[in-house]
């Protein structure tokens, strides 16, 4: 039987380097890893082929092989790679040396090892210390050491040929991205310019130069008898002009550019072109029931994610920096925000903190509760200092079985513990809101 030593047009597989491999990567921390192989110098007999090219945490269970012009017959997966602390255990009754810290070193046969001890017998004694006083232990030579794990094939070559090629597609954690955006505000035009980009990182032991990456959004159920369906990722969607295709219910971003992710680093790209979007600047201010406090307003953006506002792309969740465009043409940063999955035509609403010069008061005038009732009066005052209007969202929150009475403004019930106050307040003015709240039980 002839054994074949994997090529993958390349010479360097000593440096655990992956070629031209197509990766398609989870939230979670997984990867689907499509890799071409090659194998050369092949007969028409019976082979067995072998590939050692894995990253640390590929998952076991799940690599497969694909040929182009043989069928594969078995498959094994060693993964009995050299450890030296689980190896211990193979030198039971075997003669070592030991070397303590600060101490001589002493030889003996090894009668027990445990996760913090280990025991030797001497001539005469025998002594048991500490795997943590270890400064050395000197063993004879392991044989058949394995340092990497490694795939195994046998396989029937179809017809004289002198290469075997095909693909081996696998999972393995290592791998992981997450979204990051950037919102530039143009104040002078009220609109903004919003760059959607994706940080990939490489955790994993294996350089993969000449990568096609695929990013996933959406959280797949990794559970027990629910793998990926790999035979069906393998396989891309037919991609938009956006780079994005659809998985299921999951979508796929496709990155138009191979890449290089050499391990332990962390590459960022552009998920879309940027965009110039509008949006809505809403000042916001919440309380509950019986509270009062004075304080800035928080600073809300809501940005509708529609074909009319140049986008209606699906947004990944992730983090986004909030910046504004200065009249001498320099950016300064005002905030940042997490945003969830954003659907197309939902809207994503984002927050830069506090506002400086947007101020609201709340004062409970009245309150009076009886055996049967309770009842409180809310006065709510917004000072907006700025030199333009304001547009103010007031959040009240109520709880039980309540009414409202003698409010001086138009609300809206938003659910059965939540009313909103939508005013405008003119520059460097105020504007009050009062409205008085009802409880009555049995």
């Given at each position: 039987?002839?054994?074949?030593?994997?090529?993958?047009?390349?010479?360097?597989?000593?440096?655990?380097?992956?070629?031209?491999?197509?990766?398609?990567?989870?939230?979670?921390?997984?990867a689907?890893?499509?890799?071409?192989?090659?194998?050369?110098d092949?007969?028409?007999?019976?082979?067995?082929?072998?590939?050692?090219?894995?990253?640390?945490?590929?998952v076991y269970?799940?690599?497969?092989?694909?040929?182009?012009?043989?069928?594969?017959?078995?498959?094994?997966?060693?993964?009995?790679?050299?450890?030296?602390?689980?190896?211990?255990?193979?030198?039971?009754?075997?003669?070592?040396?030991?070397?303590?810290?600060n101490?001589?070193?002493?030889?003996?046969?090894?009668?027990?090892v445990?996760?913090?001890?280990?025991?030797?017998?001497?001539?005469?004694?025998?002594i048991?210390?500490?795997r943590?006083?270890?400064?050395?232990?000197?063993?004879?030579?392991?044989?058949?050491v394995?340092?990497?794990?490694?795939?195994?094939?046998?396989?029937?070559?179809?017809?004289e040929?002198d290469t075997i090629a095909g693909?081996?597609?696998?999972?393995?954690s290592?791998?992981?991205?997450?979204?990051?955006?950037?919102?530039?505000?143009?104040?002078?035009?009220?609109e903004?310019?919003?760059?959607?980009?994706?940080?990939?990182?490489?955790?994993?032991?294996?350089n993969?130069?000449?990568?096609?990456?695929?990013?996933?959004?959406?959280?797949?159920?990794?559970?027990?008898?629910?793998?990926?369906?790999?035979?069906?990722l393998?396989?891309?969607?037919?991609?938009?002009?956006?780079?994005?295709?659809?998985?299921?219910?999951?979508?796929?971003?496709n990155?138009?550019?191979?890449?290089?992710?050499?391990?332990?680093?962390?590459?960022?790209?552009?998920?879309?072109?940027?965009?110039?979007?509008?949006?809505?600047k809403?000042?916001?201010?919440?309380?509950?029931?019986?509270?009062?406090k004075?304080?800035?307003?928080?600073?809300?953006?809501?940005?509708?994610?529609?074909?009319?506002?140049?986008l209606?792309?699906?947004?990944?969740?992730?983090?986004?920096?909030?910046?504004q465009?200065?009249?001498?043409?320099?950016?300064?940063?005002?905030?940042?925000?997490q945003?969830?999955?954003?659907?197309?035509?939902?809207?994503?609403?984002?927050?830069?903190?506090?506002a400086?010069?947007?101020?609201?008061s709340?004062?409970?005038?009245?309150y009076?509760?009886?055996?049967?009732?309770?009842?409180a009066?809310?006065?709510?005052?917004?000072?907006?200092?700025?030199?333009?209007?304001?547009?103010?969202?007031?959040?009240?929150?109520?709880?039980?079985?309540?009414?409202i009475?003698?409010?001086s403004s138009?609300?809206?019930?938003?659910?059965?513990?939540?009313?909103?106050f939508?005013?405008?307040?003119?520059?460097?003015?105020?504007?009050?809101?009062t409205?008085?709240?009802?409880?009555?039980?049995?």
């Amino acid at each position: 039987m002839k054994h074949l030593i994997a090529i993958l047009f390349f010479f360097s597989a000593s440096f655990s380097q992956s070629l031209y491999a197509n990766l398609t990567i989870y939230k979670d921390g997984q990867a689907l890893i499509k890799q071409p192989v090659f194998w050369e110098d092949v007969d028409s007999d019976q082979n067995v082929i072998i590939w050692d090219v894995l990253p640390k945490g590929i998952v076991y269970s799940s690599p497969f092989l694909s040929l182009e012009n043989a069928n594969v017959l078995i498959q094994s997966f060693n993964k009995d790679v050299f450890h030296f602390s689980d190896r211990l255990y193979d030198y039971l009754g075997t003669k070592v040396e030991i070397k303590l810290i600060n101490s001589n070193d002493m030889t003996g046969t090894l009668i027990e090892v445990t996760d913090k001890t280990l025991t030797i017998q001497r001539r005469r004694s025998l002594i048991s210390f500490n795997r943590d006083r270890v400064d050395y232990i000197n063993v004879p030579s392991a044989d058949n050491v394995q340092f990497k794990p490694t795939l195994k094939w046998t396989i029937e070559v179809e017809q004289e040929a002198d290469t075997i090629a095909g693909n081996l597609t696998y999972l393995s954690s290592g791998f992981s991205w997450n979204a990051n955006y950037r919102f530039i505000i143009n104040p002078r035009i009220n609109e903004a310019q919003f760059i959607a980009e994706a940080s990939i990182n490489n955790d994993s032991n294996i350089n993969f130069e000449n990568a096609a990456v695929s990013l996933v959004e959406g959280k797949l159920n990794m559970g027990r008898g629910s793998d990926i369906p790999l035979k069906s990722l393998s396989n891309k969607s037919t991609i938009s002009p956006s780079g994005r295709s659809e998985l299921g219910d999951y979508h796929i971003f496709n990155i138009d550019t191979d890449m290089s992710l050499i391990t332990k680093e962390t590459i960022v790209t552009r998920l879309y072109p940027s965009r110039n979007v509008s949006f809505n600047k809403t000042y916001i201010f919440e309380n509950e029931e019986k509270g009062q406090k004075e304080e800035p307003l928080s600073v809300e953006y809501d940005i509708p994610n529609t074909s009319e506002n140049n986008l209606g792309l699906p947004l990944p969740k992730g983090e986004i920096q909030i910046y504004q465009l200065l009249d001498n043409g320099s950016i300064e940063f005002i905030g940042k925000d997490q945003i969830n999955q954003i659907p197309r035509n939902e809207t994503a609403n984002i927050s830069s903190g506090k506002a400086f010069d947007v101020l609201g008061s709340r004062t409970v005038l009245n309150y009076d509760r009886q055996q049967k009732s309770e009842e409180a009066s809310i006065s709510i005052t917004i000072k907006n200092l700025k030199m333009e209007p304001a547009d103010v969202r007031l959040v009240e929150h109520i709880y039980g079985d309540w009414v409202i009475r003698n409010a001086s403004s138009d609300y809206r019930k938003v659910d059965a513990s939540t009313i909103h106050f939508i005013i405008s307040v003119p520059k460097e003015s105020s504007r009050t809101i009062t409205y008085t709240f009802r409880k009555e039980w049995k």
